[in-house]
């Protein structure tokens, strides 16, 4: 079994629709993100969370909202999805130090808004 | 603003070549550069860290460089096999929490 598992893998649906992806670990890490992956750029970041009580806006926050539900289950919700929402959607996990950084990966939640 | 920038966009090489993939960087306060493969439909994998002190680091056929004076990297390839067909991302780290991702290189091995 994967160590960060997220569900849905693939999503299609349409415009003014809510929209929930989740995202569960098996790591211990505490920190946990969400970033997105659109063709021709980089990985940015939606949200991020250090703990259950602690949530953090990224760079491109507008339109979603997260809930760290226990230290392992952090989900995304679309409460009314866009086509320009259409994307990949990544869950990364973190230990709170001594890795240097490294991220460790789920394996996507392909989102399609029609 | 910190920005990670990698060349080439794509790269189509024949199976058992080798090949170079650049990073440059504007990131400071500089603290470490990872190279990660990701697989088609897959998430991204660390291959390799380099930190400020390290020039060259090798992890089976894959060996990365660093210079910090010209804020550059490189991944080399030796003997390119069918399975390193993959996006490749260049991602450096300001401290610990500040992360900046290039936008990938997409290499294609073919036979």
């Known amino acids: 079994d994967a160590d960060v598992t997220q569900t849905p893998r693939n999503r299609i649906t349409k415009t003014g629709k809510r929209i929930m992806l989740e995202c569960s670990q098996t790591k211990g890490h505490d920190r946990m993100y969400w970033y997105r992956q659109d063709p021709g750029l980089g990985l940015r970041l939606i949200y991020y969370s250090f703990d259950v009580k602690d949530i953090n806006k990224g760079e491109i926050s507008d339109g979603y909202s997260v809930s760290r539900q226990a230290q392992a289950k952090f989900s995304l919700s679309l409460e009314s999805a866009i086509p320009n929402q259409t994307a990949l959607y990544f869950c990364a996990t973190r230990p709170t130090a001594g890795n240097t950084g490294e991220l460790f990966f789920g394996e996507g939640s392909r989102l399609t808004v029609l | 603003k910190n920005q990670v920038e990698q060349s080439p966009q794509s790269l189509i090489i024949l199976e058992g070549k080798n090949c170079t993939l650049q990073?440059?960087?504007?990131?400071?306060?500089?603290?470490?550069l990872r190279w990660y493969k990701q697989d088609t439909g897959r998430g991204p994998v660390s291959l390799t860290i380099m930190t400020f002190s390290e020039n060259t680091k090798s992890n089976g056929r894959y060996t990365a460089t660093l210079d910090a004076d010209t804020k550059q990297s490189s991944l080399h390839i030796t003997a390119s096999q069918l399975s390193d067909s993959a996006s490749y991302i260049c991602v450096v780290s300001a401290g610990y929490q500040k992360v900046t991702f290039g936008t990938g290189t997409k290499l294609q091995v073919i036979p």
């Open positions: 990073c440059n960087y504007t990131v400071s306060p500089f603290s470490n």
